[in-house]
Nanobody
Framework: QVQLVESGGGLVQPGGSLRLSCAASGIRFSTYTMGWYRQAPGKQRDLVASITSGGVTNYADSVKGRFTISRDNAENTVYLQMNSLKPEDTAVYYC?????????????WGQGTQVTVSS
């Protein structure tokens, strides 16, 4: 059974920082591309950042220079360090695991964690 469990969300003031964690189980974590997505009310779910099995990272333009994604394969965990947070970063943040084996494509989602940036 695959589980992705996010933690670290909460309420923070503008300019503050949060660190999200996503602990994975039931998958060969090191072989998956891991990503963080977010969805604000009334909007679609968008990619925030991703990191491949080889450590190559990709960021949405809106978070470049402020957010950092990293992974610890020994702990089966992916992190999202969020600095200089803005009100527009408010959303539910979802962890994603994306893997391929031959012709098969596997994708899993966490339950989401709320991030609210407000004074």
């Amino acid at each position: 059974q695959v589980q992705l469990v996010e933690s670290g969300g909460g309420l923070v003031q503008p300019g503050g920082s949060l660190r999200l964690s996503c602990a994975a189980s039931g998958i060969r974590f090191s072989t998956y591309t891991m990503g963080w997505y977010r969805q604000a009310p009334g909007k679609q779910r968008d990619l925030v950042a991703s990191i491949t099995s080889g450590g190559v990272t990709n960021y949405a333009d809106s978070v470049k220079g402020r957010f950092t994604i990293s992974r610890d394969n020994a702990e089966n965990t992916v992190y999202l360090q969020m600095n200089s947070l803005k009100p527009e970063d408010t959303a539910v943040y979802y962890c994603n695991a994306d893997g391929r084996r031959g012709i098969y494509h596997y994708q899993y989602w966490g339950q989401g964690t709320q991030v609210t940036v407000s004074s």
